[in-house]
Structures are given as C-alpha cells and as structure tokens.
C-alpha cells in the first residue's frame, strides 16, 4: 500500500525545494562560468588531433584512434556539460560521467595509441582532461552548495 499521494511525488514540498534550489544555483554567474568553460574544452578536446597535429595516423593513413577517441568524448562531454543544472534528476549522474570522460581523456594516448604517443599528444590530452576532470568536480560541487544546510533542518 502506497502512502504517497494521487498527485505523485513531483508535489512533495521537498522535490519542490530541491528544484528550486538547482534553479537558483545555476543562475548564479559561477555556475555559468563553470558551463562555458566546460564547454570549451570539451569542444577544444574535439577538435584537438587537427588544431595540435595528430590527427591522421601516418602508419594507416586514417584516424588514429587517438583522434576518434577526443574528438566522441570531446562532443559527449561538451553535451553533458551544457545545461547540466536543467536535468534535476541527472545532474549528478552528468558530473560524474563528465569527470570520467575528463578522466579517459588523460589516460587515453597511453590506452589508445599503445606507448607510441608523441609529447605533444601526451601533454594537449593530460592538460585538457585535467581541466575537464576539474570542471566536472566543480559542476557537481556547485550542486552540492546549500543542500548540507538543509539536511538538518526540521520543518517547523
């Protein structure tokens, strides 16, 4: 037997807090900062084999798995990053898979290309997925802002 009532939960007094609170969040100019820039590097990890120069693998003649690798987690990851605030029930799930991208983006010329990666390579991914990897951390900081506050709070 349910307790919950025939509007279902998205009227529960909490739910309603809660949203307004991510609303409020990301209105903030902190919480754009954080999107723009998420943005830019996911889209600079994308287009990063042929703005650096590593994109055509000179062994095959095609793309490196190097590049189709920046250039699907540079996309994805620039998506995710874009309106993170606007999915309440994502957004934390969103940040993490961010900062997992971020991740694999640091340790993807050593996984992707074998050992044989070039320090231009090395550094242009290294660098960018450290700055993802923070961004993501901050978006999912930035949604965590308040909340310890509440959690104690009885309604009164």
């Known amino acids: 037997m349910s307790t919950q ?31 723009a820039l998420s943005i830019c590097a996911g889209l600079f990890l994308a287009i990063s084999p042929w703005v650096v120069g ?5 062994v095959v003649g095609a793309f490196s798995g190097l590049s189709v690798s920046n250039l699907l987690c540079g996309l994805v990851f620039a998506y995710l990053m874009a309106g993170y605030g606007s999915a309440l029930e994502r957004t934390h799930a969103r940040a993490w898979a961010a900062m997992a991208i971020g991740i694999w983006a640091i340790v993807a010329p050593w996984a992707t290309v074998g050992g044989e990666a070039v320090n231009r390579t090395i550094w242009t991914n290294v660098i960018t997925g450290g ?9 999912f900081g930035l ?4 909340a310890t506050s509440r959690m104690g709070r009885g309604r009164g």
Do not use: K, W
């Open 5 to 35: 009532s025939p509007t279902g939960m998205e009227h529960h007094p909490d739910i309603i807090e809660l949203r307004q609170h991510y609303e409020r969040v990301t209105a903030t100019p902190l919480a754009q900062g954080v999107e």
């Open 54 to 58: 590593f994109g055509l693998n000179p």
């Open 131 to 139: 700055v993802m990897t923070c961004l993501a951390l901050a978006a």
């Open 143 to 146: 949604t965590l802002t308040g």
